[in-house]
């Protein structure tokens, strides 16, 4: 399956603790994003990659969530001294971006990392 | 800032009924248009896109026109099936994409 890989699928921490996620994109694909999704509601933004390239991070994110894509690959999601309010799925997604195609490529998600802060 | 409303669920339908679920947009520049669907667990597929203006974006059955005058991009199939059942997101893109927060769809045998 060559699709958008995300690790772990599910991942219970106690409150304090620290957490890492990790996103292989689609192999030929440039752009990487990040979203959260909590219980009936859509993705909200987190960040994105252009190659290694951090380019946005939302404003609603606070200092303790980082995320890096050192080599324009994978990427990991760290979320440091973790809080219940953190609990919710995290989805990767990945796209193709080329001269002439912006804002039109789809992008293709993973299934998500699920967290829980107990 | 770019923005989108859909409909809310759930919506409630007999297996070959017909299936309209609303979204409405606000944008900033010009952007693509996309319905994803989601199943119980799993991550966003995508179902259909439309990049333009009275663009007709189709798969599976479900379409969706791209309505620039009425800033809408409403998602609608003739006959649903009992399998059509999960959660349908509209979002649009500029840079990054925006969501709305998803209609859950339950078709009835």
């Known amino acids: 399956d060559t699709g958008v890989s995300q690790n772990p699928r599910h991942k219970i921490t106690k409150r304090g603790q620290n957490v890492t996620f990790r996103c292989d994109p689609i192999?030929?694909?440039?752009?990487l994003y990040w979203y959260r999704q909590t219980l009936g509601q859509g993705p909200e933004f987190l960040t994105y990659f252009q190659n290694e390239a951090q380019l946005e991070k939302s404003r609603l994110l606070s200092d303790r969530f980082s995320a890096e894509r050192p080599k324009g690959s994978f990427s990991t999601l760290e979320i440091q001294r973790t809080e219940q309010g953190d609990s919710a799925m995290y989805l990767c997604?990945?796209?193709?971006?080329?001269?002439?195609?912006?804002?039109?490529?789809?992008?293709?998600f993973g299934q998500g990392t699920r967290l829980t802060v107990v | 800032g770019d923005s989108v409303t859909q409909m809310e669920g759930p919506v409630t339908l007999s297996e070959e009924a017909f299936l309209t679920i609303n979204c409405t947009y606000t944008?900033?520049?010009?952007?693509?248009l996309f319905w994803y669907v989601q199943y119980p667990g799993e991550g966003l597929q995508l179902l259909l896109k439309a990049t333009k203006a009275d663009d007709k974006g189709s798969n599976k059955g479900f379409e969706a026109t791209y309505r620039k005058e009425t800033t809408s991009f409403h998602l609608e199939k003739g006959s649903v099936q009992v399998s059509d059942s999960a959660v349908y997101f509209c979002?649009?893109?500029?840079?990054?994409?925006?969501f709305g927060s998803g209609t859950k769809l339950n078709v009835k045998p």
């Open positions: 997604a990945s796209s193709l971006e080329y001269a002439g195609s912006f804002g039109r490529t789809e992008a293709f």
């Open positions: 192999s030929e694909h440039n752009r």
């Open positions: 979002a649009l893109r500029e840079e990054k994409f925006y």
């Open positions: 944008a900033t520049g010009y952007p693509s």
